[in-house]
């Protein structure tokens, strides 16, 4: 039983550029969940995605940045124009329902911007 | 606004001992609080959810407690062993919430 599925797990980027990151949800899995873990930081919640529906996105920058959950294939969080400070590890975490349910998160997609 | 602290950013432990991990979190009233395990360079892995009416909960040699009037939450995990190093995390969360807050962590580190 395949777990979430994140890639690309390392992705360098040039300051400017757009870095897009895949996640496949576990098999059964209808919710997407995308954190950020900055250097030295907890993580936090970024977007919170249904099939072809942003949940919330309360903890997405207000600019640059963009989720899709489409009805088929992977959710993509989309960053463009990078700048350094977007260099961190990206997670994305799926459940079965909302609430309660236990969430199983992906090994990470590692950015760096130079 | 909501705070979480998970106290002691490392510890350092014997193998065979206890380790006890502590999260205090403020300005809040979580109905359920889950611990999970991250390792360098993975993602974090679910390890026990205890709700606000529990007490205390078990799973092999992990116990977690909850005193929602200390507003207190105690990982401990029991004959420790250099495999239990890593960095635990506590994200307590509100009734039907589906975003959890994390704490910075505690990296543990069992020295053989």
């Known amino acids: 039983n395949a777990g979430v599925m994140q890639n690309p797990r390392h992705l360098v980027r040039r300051r400017g550029q757009e870095a897009r990151l895949r996640c496949s949800p576990m098999?059964?899995?209808?919710?997407v969940y995308w954190y950020r873990q900055l250097p030295e930081e907890g993580l936090k919640f970024m977007v919170y995605?249904?099939?072809?529906?942003?949940?919330?996105e309360s903890g997405m920058p207000k600019e640059r940045f963009s989720a899709e959950f489409p009805k088929e294939g992977p959710s993509i969080l989309r960053i463009q124009q990078v700048v350094r400070g977007d260099s961190a590890a990206y997670f994305c975490?799926?459940?079965?329902?909302?609430?309660?349910?236990?969430?199983?998160f992906g090994e990470g997609s590692w950015l760096t911007v130079v | 606004s909501q705070k979480i602290e998970q106290n002691s950013e490392a510890l350092n432990i014997q193998e065979g001992k206890t380790a006890t991990l502590t999260c205090n979190y403020t300005?809040?009233?979580?109905?359920?609080l889950q611990w999970y395990r991250q390792d360098p360079g993975r993602g974090p892995v679910f390890l026990l959810l205890?709700?606000?009416?529990?007490k205390e909960k078990r799973k092999e040699r992990l116990k977690v407690t909850f005193d929602t009037t200390l507003k207190q939450s105690l990982f401990h995990i029991t004959a420790s062993q250099p495999a239990d190093s890593a960095t635990y995390l506590c994200?307590?969360?509100?009734?039907?919430?589906?975003?959890?807050?994390f704490g910075k962590g505690t990296k543990l580190s069992v020295i053989p």
């Open positions: 098999k059964g899995h209808s919710h």
């Open positions: 994200a307590p969360s509100g009734a039907g919430s589906y975003q959890l807050t």
């Open positions: 995605l249904q099939k072809e529906n942003i949940i919330d």
């Open positions: 205890i709700r606000e009416n529990e």
């Open positions: 975490a799926s459940s079965q329902g909302a609430g309660l349910d236990t969430i199983y």
């Open positions: 300005n809040y009233s979580p109905a359920y």
